[in-house]
């Protein structure tokens, strides 16, 4: 199983980015997929999830209302589309695989490598 994050890259306070996580060897229809990031020097942190049911489930706070998850069955590939960027949300990016998002939260049974997000002028 490989979980491939990518889209990452610098983009300016207010910009948008779209984060990719692709996956070969599981179809990602039956799990949940969840997207994380870490800052330097901070604890990772959930930021949003879809369901295999495609419910959709924010961690907490970050992201609420400029963020958004989907999934394209076709392409077995989970989509976060940032809006509103701030430098806040610079960290990186991950994104991990479990039967549930609440087990996606607390562990993951599979994680892609990350994808640096950076949002400075």
């Known amino acids: 199983v490989q979980l491939q994050a990518s889209g990452g890259g610098l983009v300016q306070p207010g910009g948008s980015l779209r984060l990719s996580c692709a996956a070969s060897?599981?179809?990602?229809?039956?799990?949940?997929i969840g997207w994380f990031r870490q800052a330097p020097g901070k604890k990772r942190e959930g930021v949003l999830c879809?369901?295999?049911?495609?419910?959709?489930?924010y961690y907490g706070d970050p992201g609420q209302g400029r963020f958004a998850i989907s999934r394209d069955s076709a392409k077995n590939t989970v989509y976060l589309q940032m809006n509103s960027l701030k430098p806040e949300d610079t960290a990186v990016y991950y994104c991990?695989?479990?039967?549930?998002?609440?087990?996606?939260?607390?562990?993951?049974?599979?994680w892609g490598q990350g994808t640096q997000v950076t949002v400075s002028s």
């Open positions: 991990a695989v479990d039967s549930t998002c609440l087990e996606t939260s607390r562990s993951g049974r599979y």
């Open positions: 060897g599981l179809t990602l229809d039956y799990w949940a």
């Open positions: 879809i369901t295999s049911t495609g419910n959709k489930i």
